[in-house]
């Protein structure tokens, strides 16, 4: 069979794909144009859960940038053992099936939003404007991490867009402790592959924009990188031009920012400190930055949000911290109940801020955003002989409406194994109506062994509903009874399941047991 494709735009030649096989096409549109799932026969269904959103989040870039979709259609397809997540061919994706498709029972743990709005975000950032090397290469990778960030906030709310740009900023800190270099980098061993999965290409790059972003409001950003895009139409960028454009929109001069967050290293480390005056009814703040400087790391400038809860209504300020040191002053109505600092967690840093049990307690209850409530259980998670940390955290684990955190809550409770009221919140969090939560307490709950503990457990791996809860809880019961829980084991791994969720923590436990019957068991599924 003879097919012809005419490209009438210009196209990097990277971008150019053919892929073949026995595919069934699920056809969907956008506007006037094309939209296609290209999937195996047996896997329609899964391919309808894993791209259906692919037209809003069309509609949502071509919204936010300001530059309709480019290309004259959209494809994505699966394919089998890709190398990649996936690949942002030009107007046809490839996209590795594993991470696509799925049973609908796997989600929300297993969801392919953020795979498909990643790729489909390089369409325009990477396709349509693609770096001019790849020491630049935070134009493509950092700017479709940004898309999907964007496109999760809009289409799940701010709430799950604050928690992807909080896993990035955390990405971004562990790749700085294991290598500190600049987004902007050219060094590599063999292949340029080496610059791009070191932690500081996608969630760095994504980072930046999101700190770019709240400095100048959306409107106004997302008026620049339409400028950035529309000027560089189906042309090759480096970041001096991504510079320009938002010097050019915005009047403002970038260089001291892509000095310090683009071309230089690393991040602000700031020791705060507080103290209020009763009579005067004034907050004082004091921030230092303590982080090591070198060629690469020096000061950083930054405008650093601060809200005060007290009894009355929130008091916002921000401080300025130039040079390495910062003031603000702040005259409150009463006693201050908790202080967030980075308040929305808007700026990349590490913060050492001295605070009370009560204050984080007060925090984690009133937080309005969940950057200062996960501050705060982060915080009181690290108290662990302190009972009101652990009362406020279980707290968390019962009320706290974003799954998510409430997730985090009950795996912090497996910190206290000798407290009784971290004990029944773990047990409590096993009827938690959201699978995350329960997946997450059936791990908490080997921190607290015993027999009552075997009992539940056993309970979960044979009745939950999720099998991905039910492989998680096999591995915490293997952990805590040893041998005793073999027989259940061999029942449920006999059981194939989709990416052997029934199996695989299963097998992270038996590999380190010393018994001949769990070292058979294991030989037994390795292969």
């Not at 870039?61 to 061919?89: C, H, L």
């Not at 010097?247 to 000095?259: A, H, P």
């Not at 949000?305 to 008091?315: I, K, S």
């Amino acid at each position: 069979t003879l097919w012809n494709w005419s490209q009438t735009r210009p196209a990097s030649t990277y971008l150019m794909s053919v892929v073949t096989g026995k595919y069934t096409v699920v056809r969907d549109h956008w506007h006037d144009v094309p939209v296609e799932y290209w999937t195996y026969p047996d896997s329609v269904e899964a391919a309808k859960r894993g791209f259906g959103k692919t037209p809003d989040a069309i509609d949502v870039f071509s919204r936010k940038t300001g530059i309709p979709y480019p290309w004259a259609k959209y494809a994505q397809s699966v394919v089998p053992d890709f190398i990649f997540g996936g690949m942002e061919n030009v107007s046809a994706t490839t996209q590795n099936d594993d991470g696509m498709l799925h049973p609908a029972w796997a989600e929300p743990q297993f969801n392919a939003d953020g795979l498909m709005s990643h790729e489909l975000g390089h369409q325009w950032f990477g396709d349509l404007l693609t770096t001019r090397d790849w020491s630049h290469a935070w134009l493509n990778e950092g700017f479709a991490t940004f898309m999907e960030q964007t496109y999760r906030e809009a289409s799940r709310g701010v709430d799950e867009g604050m928690w992807d740009r909080m896993e990035a900023e955390q990405e971004t800190i562990d790749a700085d402790r294991r290598n500190r270099r600049p987004i902007v980098y050219n060094r590599y061993v063999k292949d340029p592959i080496e610059i791009f999965f070191s932690g500081h290409i996608y969630p760095k790059g994504a980072t930046v924009l999101q700190m770019l972003r709240h400095q100048l409001g959306d409107s106004v950003f997302w008026a620049a990188m339409h400028h950035y895009a529309q000027s560089h139409m189906y042309q090759n960028v480096v970041t001096d031009d991504l510079k320009r454009a938002f010097e050019q929109s915005t009047g403002r001069g970038y260089k001291t920012f892509f000095d310090q967050w683009v071309y230089g290293a690393g991040f602000p480390v700031f020791r705060v400190s507080s103290s209020y005056d009763s009579l005067a009814k004034r907050l004082s703040l004091h921030a230092d930055e303590i982080q090591p400087r070198d060629s690469l790391t020096g000061y950083f400038d930054a405008d650093v949000d601060v809200e005060v809860l007290t009894d009355g209504a929130p008091v916002l300020g921000t401080m300025s911290v130039r040079n390495g040191k910062g003031d603000l002053a702040m005259v409150l109505s009463s006693a201050p109940r908790a202080i967030e600092w980075n308040k929305g967690s808007w700026i990349l840093a590490l913060s050492d801020f001295p605070r009370s049990t009560a204050m984080l307690d007060y925090q984690l209850a009133h937080g309005d955003d969940v950057a200062a409530r996960d501050e705060a259980l982060t915080l009181l998670a690290a108290r662990k002989s302190d009972g009101a940390a652990t009362r406020a955290i279980a707290a968390a684990a019962k009320s706290e409406p974003f799954v998510g955190l409430r997730a985090r809550a009950v795996a912090a409770l497996s910190l206290f194994p000798n407290d009784s009221v971290a004990h029944t919140t773990v047990i409590a969090a096993l009827r938690d109506t959201a699978s995350r939560v329960r997946q997450f307490a059936v791990g908490s709950l080997a921190s607290f062994p015993g027999a009552d503990t075997d009992s539940l457990l056993a309970q979960v791996v044979r009745g939950d509903a999720s099998p991905i809860v039910r492989g998680d809880a096999l591995a915490s019961y293997i952990k805590v009874a040893g041998d005793a829980a073999l027989p259940l084991a061999r029942e449920v791994m006999a059981q194939p399941s989709w990416r052997n969720v029934l199996r695989a923590p299963a097998m992270d436990v038996l590999k380190g047991m010393q018994s001949d019957a769990a070292h058979e068991l294991y030989q037994k599924y390795a292969k």
